[in-house]
């Protein structure tokens, strides 16, 4: 049986350091080997080593491990698991790669040298280990030319979008030679394990993703230059207005690195003829800014340069830098009023204003180009569609944003224009397929050589839209639904503006465990929104104390933390399944569930000090209760570090910038479980509802909670006074400090005292109501609704 217990990468530049750490992240050990210095840095000839010693000859990699700390989105999810990541070189350490079951090259994007690192494998690895090479868009059959048969079979191309951590992308690239076995296991290990989203491509020039988005990439430029537009006027139209990511075009462009995208560019180029070759050879503009320096990002300046607070965009014909434009036209304006993707692209596709016309210049000839290399670089639609999805961002992939602009009346248009359609398409029309995709009683089909056939999904993918279609819902309103997910399990789902808490959801919630409790084995409270909740309904609650309508805030303040008690003594398990921002009132409905299954891209935290108030549902103490339940048992702790650790977290609103690194700040604790692939998210939590019933689940006893009262609270108060005294925080922020301190210190008791947990409530509610009437505290919450930032006042 195949397994993957240890693995190791060759090249430990950005790429391989990269994987190596997403690799440590979920556990698996990772051997990181490089070539040997061929020269004594400066640090190394004040020590008086030699070029014989092992910290040299490993230095390359040993310093990509450490570089790992300073990258920026950080590759690991916590610090700790750069200690899995073991340095090397690629001439001591060959024979080591024995030892491992997986062996990932990332060396440099050359065939002679990949042929040759490959020879020296081969020598070196055990029979069955899987080899592969995270090229991104060399042949992989021209790789193994002279490999021995294992080799071969275990061969194949496995190639990461970067950052891996955060990039779902893999594509699979399978050889004339790879086993079945191998290519099934590897697509099946990188969705399960990886958390990644696999698609098997060809082997062709940059496989799909890089090849389609490099085209669009370069027909966008070519109209930038064509049609007078300017950086920031084609930004302002192809980012998320028509289902792009926020960086759109050229702010894409500086962050990849022009290098590296003129590096994929130059791929293609080389390999194809005719109009394609035109497309991909670089404008002259593009060539003197690499010749200039001018990467991006990286080099701090590209399609963009910052000076001060103030960003300016390129101008390609002079090379200066200008005032940021924006693109505005009727089109743009409709699509902005449209609600959905669908709508938004028909307002602007289907227009000729300025907007218009540049979406058609664009779109169609990216549509069409994906069309015509069907069958060269994937055997479907669905897997162009995922690839340029999970790896470029896009909201929908070519085929499917080709269903929503309507196919047979856009080809009308395509033709109109004087675009030439594929002719499968145009039989596929003729032949009565309306669709490229089409859905039947909760179930997808695709278009293919004919005839719709389903389209099969990992079983641990729940689609909770398609499954409302097909199974209803038991309840719902307006901020919530309850539905029925099978096996027992019931799923309270969360669908209000950002999913930010109100009565609506706080009324749902309480009917739910009441449901749960007569007719299920367990809840689980999790959705597939942008995030999992934001917090609580703020714009309600300052609208509340504008009006001086403290006793309403009082009674939902009240409700809130009610509901959470239910969620925490519910009969019946409940497992909460955050993803992505879950913040103040979202950290909250997590806190006191059964247990915690969260997406390993968990940004969780108590965020409240940040608008002038503290945690009110009840966060204050389930935060200080998870940290008394975590420490050892039978072993004496020290009380007052458990309560100095709590409010450091509130008071400072730590966010935890991944599940990993939640658990470390013990957001979540040993009982909690972490899931790799997000969409695997919800199938993992209904699982664990589904372990703890069968394991005879019991709510927790009602107990008592020992604070550290008084004598803690003055404590607690020192290291806040002390950072007013040095001008770090204003008054209104000591003020905040004060009456935190003062909760979780449980009030004016005597040290140790134990206290119910309806009594720190009590104290909970009553410093949210003092500090939401304070001006101050108004301010805050005005600025983070109207600017989306914190106000230091």
Known sequence: MQRIRKAAVLGSGVMGSGIAAHLANIGIPVLLLDIVPRELDEGEIKKGLTLADKTVRNRIAQTAIQKLFKHKPAPLTVTENSSLIEAGNLEDD????????????????NLAVKQKVFAEVDKHRKAGSIVSSNTSGISVDAM????SEDFKKHFLGTHFFNPPRYLKLLEIIPTKSTDEHVLSFMKLFGEDVLGKGVVIAKDTPNFIANRIGTYGLLVTVQQLMKEGYSVGEVDSVTGPLIGRPKSATFRTLDVVGLDTFAHVAKNVFDQVEGREKEVFELPGFLQK???????????GQGFYKKEGKEIFELNPETLEYEQRKKLSTPSIEMAKQAKGLTNKLKAL????????????????PTLIYSADLLGNIADDIVSIDRAMKWGFGWEAGPFELWDAIGLEKSIELFEARGFHVPDW???????????????ENGILFFYNNGEYRQLLQNPKVIDLNTHKEVHGVIKKNSGASLLD??????????HSKSNAIGLDIIQMINFSIDEVEKNYKGLVIGNQGKN?????????????????????????????????????????????????????????????????????????GLVEVGVGLIPGGGGNKELYIKQLNSMPRGVEFDLQSVANKVFETIAMAKVSTSAAEAR??????ANDRISVNGDHLLFDAKQRVIELYDNGYQPPIRKKVPVVGETGYATLLLGAQSMYLSGYISDHDLKIAKKLAYVIAGGKVPFGTEVDEQYLLNLEKEAFLSLVAEGKSQQRMQHMLVKGKPLRN
């Open 289 to 299: 800014m690499l010749d200039n320096g001018w990467l991006g990002s990286k080099s």
């Open 664 to 669: 470390k700040n013990r957001l979540l604790n």
């Open 94 to 109: 060959l024979n080591r790669l024995a030892e491992v079951d997986w062996i990932i090259e990332v060396v440099v994007e």
């Open 425 to 439: 398409v145009k039989e596929m029309v003729a032949k009565g397929f309306e669709t490229f995709y089409r859905k």
């Open 144 to 147: 193994i030319e002279g490999r």
């Open 532 to 604: 999992f909740c934001v917090g609580a309904n703020l714009g309600l609650i300052l609208m509340e104390a504008q009006d001086d309508n403290y006793f309403e805030i009082d009674m939902v303040i009240h409700q809130f933390q009610q509901a959470m008690m239910k969620i925490k003594y519910s009969k019946k398990p409940v497992v909460a399944a955050p993803f992505g921002m879950t913040l103040g009132g979202g950290a909250e409905i997590c806190l006191p569930a059964s247990s915690i299954q969260a997406s390993s891209e968990t940004y969780m």
């Open 485 to 494: 997910i099978g096996d027992g399990v019931a799923l309270l789902e969360f």
């Open 349 to 364: 596709i289907y227009s000729n204003d300025r907007a218009g016309t540049l979406l058609q210049n664009i779109t169609i």
